[in-house]
Every structure is written in structure tokens, then in C-alpha cells.
């Protein structure tokens, strides 16, 4: 599992690095996250990770701070999240994540990359009950055994820990993600976390044919895209 969300990690955060909108889609979504639970991020642990994230794919500060400002004020836009699931290209699973402030135009665009591309917008929980909400840490190292120790001693449900290649990669529910994070920060002086995020990791995957790649290129291009879609997450081993 952990190579293979990592491979799938690598190509949607190489595409995404190419296209300016990866800017307004954080500061979009750090707005969100400031203006619902609070623009202290010692406070509001869910902006702190955002901003963490932020950090590490390199987005500049003026971006953060204008979105926690623009949250301060009170003014600005009302977004909400929609959830979008189906199949794409060569029978993958979907699942995309949107911050919208118009519901109509957002369903109405990501349909639109659906049956652009051969593929089927399903109904909710089509695709999300064959995915696991997970947060996950990748850093170097070579034993399990320390790391798994280390999270049962600070009472942290573990859900999965894998060593692949010189790399540790952590999987815990969502809900367990500052949890997991202080107790690996606290065993292991110095850790470095080449991943830290909450996504949507698939408990199978599919595999996507030659044939049907370049249709599965043009899909993942166009929800890339759209100005709503926040994340994407799929099943396809590509």
C-alpha cells in the first residue's frame, strides 16, 4: 500500500506543481479551514497541518497569511465542500474533494470531466467505501518494529506500518493524525517527515491499461482544472 500511494502521490503532486492555480487552491482552502475553526493554529489544528502542508510544497508566506487575514476580517467569500465519487477510465474508483461557492456550476464542471472522458459519475459512497480516510507518515528508515512500539506506548490506534526501500511509511485513521505525529516527534529525536498528510488511500487497486491511459491522463488534466477541485484520489495503478 505504501509504494503505491506513493507513486500516486509523486504524479499528482508533479502535475499540480505545473499549473499556477495550486496557489488559490491552498489559500482557498486555508480560508476555509481559518474561518470555521479559527485562525490560531495553535488553536485550530487543522489549519496548522494545512499550513505545514502549504510550507513544505514550497507556497509562499504572503499566500498564507492573506488567506488567515482574509479569514480575520469576517468578509469573503461562503465556500462548502462537495464530494464527488465514480469510475473512471478503465473502471478506477474516484473521489473528489471541492471547495465551491456555487454548488451548480461546481457539479455541472466536474460532470463535465466525466463523460468527457468515458467515465461515470456515481452516487455518494459509490467509490469511498472501497478507500480507507487515513493519515499517513513517510521518513526514513529501515525497522518497524521502534515506530510500531512507539505509537502503542502513546496509545495510538494503528491501522497499518509498512518498511519499503529504506522508508517507513505510518497509517493511522484520520482523527489520530497530531496523535501519531507527537509520538513519532517525541521517540525519534530529528525525524523528518518526507510525507505528512490526511488522503484517501485505496484498499485495492486497479490496474489501467495502455490503451486507456491517455483517456485517464485527460481526466486526472481536466478535474486538475477545474478552479473547485481541491484533491483528487483514485484506485488506479498507473
Same mark, same amino acid.
Given at each position: 500500500?505504501?509504494?503505491?500511494?506513493?507513486?500516486?502521490?509523486?504524479?499528482?503532486?508533479?502535475?499540480?506543481?505545473?499549473?499556477?492555480?495550486?496557489?488559490?487552491?491552498?489559500? /482557498?482552502?486555508?480560508?476555509? !479551514?481559518?474561518?470555521?475553526?479559527?485562525?490560531?493554529?495553535?488553536?485550530?489544528?487543522?489549519?496548522?497541518?494545512?499550513?505545514?502542508?502549504? /510550507?513544505?510544497?514550497?507556497?509562499?508566506?504572503?499566500?498564507?497569511?492573506?488567506?488567515?487575514?482574509?479569514?480575520?476580517?469576517?468578509?469573503?467569500?461562503?465556500?462548502?465542500?462537495?464530494?464527488?465519487?465514480?469510475?473512471?477510465?478503465?473502471? !478506477?474508483?474516484?473521489?473528489?474533494?471541492?471547495?465551491?461557492?456555487?454548488?451548480?456550476?461546481?457539479?455541472?464542471?466536474?460532470?463535465?470531466?466525466?463523460?468527457?472522458?468515458?467515465? /461515470?459519475?456515481?452516487?455518494?459512497?459509490?467509490?469511498?467505501?472501497?478507500?480507507?480516510?487515513?493519515?499517513?507518515?513517510?521518513?526514513?528508515?529501515?525497522?518497524?518494529?521502534?515506530?510500531?512500539?512507539?505509537?502503542?506506548?502513546?496509545?495510538?490506534?494503528?491501522?497499518?506500518?509498512?518498511?519499503?526501500?529504506?522508508?517507513?511509511?505510518?497509517?493511522?485513521?484520520?482523527?489520530?493524525?497530531?496523535?501519531? /505525529?507527537?509520538?513519532?516527534?517525541?521517540?525519534?529525536?530529528?525525524?523528518?517527515?518526507?510525507?505528512?498528510?490526511?488522503?484517501?488511500?485505496?484498499?485495492?487497486?486497479?490496474?489501467?491499461?495502455?490503451?486507456?491511459?491517455?483517456?485517464?491522463?485527460?481526466?486526472?488534466?481536466?478535474?486538475?482544472? !477545474?478552479?473547485?477541485?481541491?484533491?483528487?484520489?483514485?484506485?488506479?495503478?498507473?
Amino acid at each position: 500500500m505504501g509504494r503505491k500511494f506513493e507513486v500516486r502521490k509523486v504524479a499528482m503532486a508533479k502535475t499540480a506543481a505545473q499549473k499556477t492555480k495550486v496557489y488559490s487552491k491552498y489559500g /482557498k482552502e486555508i480560508y476555509v !479551514c481559518a474561518k470555521n475553526g479559527g485562525t490560531d493554529p495553535d488553536a485550530n489544528l487543522s489549519l496548522r497541518r494545512l499550513i505545514d502542508k502549504a /510550507k513544505k510544497d514550497q507556497v509562499p508566506a504572503h499566500v498564507i497569511d492573506k488567506a488567515i487575514d482574509k479569514a480575520a476580517g469576517g468578509a469573503g467569500e461562503d465556500f462548502s465542500p462537495a464530494r464527488y465519487e465514480g469510475f473512471g477510465p478503465g473502471g !478506477c474508483m474516484v473521489i473528489v474533494d471541492c471547495l465551491t461557492d456555487n454548488v451548480n456550476r461546481t457539479i455541472t464542471d466536474v460532470r463535465n470531466c466525466f463523460t468527457k472522458t468515458d467515465s /461515470k459519475l456515481g452516487t455518494q459512497n459509490s467509490a469511498a467505501f472501497m478507500f480507507d480516510h487515513l493519515a499517513i507518515f513517510v521518513f526514513a528508515g529501515d525497522d518497524d518494529e521502534p515506530v510500531l512500539e512507539a505509537l502503542m506506548e502513546a496509545d495510538v490506534d494503528v491501522h497499518d506500518v509498512e518498511v519499503d526501500e529504506g522508508q517507513v511509511s505510518v497509517y493511522v485513521p484520520h482523527t489520530e493524525f497530531f496523535k501519531a /505525529k507527537t509520538a513519532l516527534q517525541e521517540a525519534f529525536d530529528g525525524i523528518e517527515f518526507e510525507v505528512e498528510e490526511i488522503s484517501w488511500v485505496p484498499q485495492e487497486t486497479k490496474d489501467i491499461s495502455e490503451d486507456d491511459m491517455p483517456m485517464f491522463e485527460k481526466f486526472m488534466d481536466m478535474l486538475e482544472d !477545474c478552479d473547485d477541485v481541491q484533491n483528487v484520489y483514485h484506485n488506479a495503478n498507473v
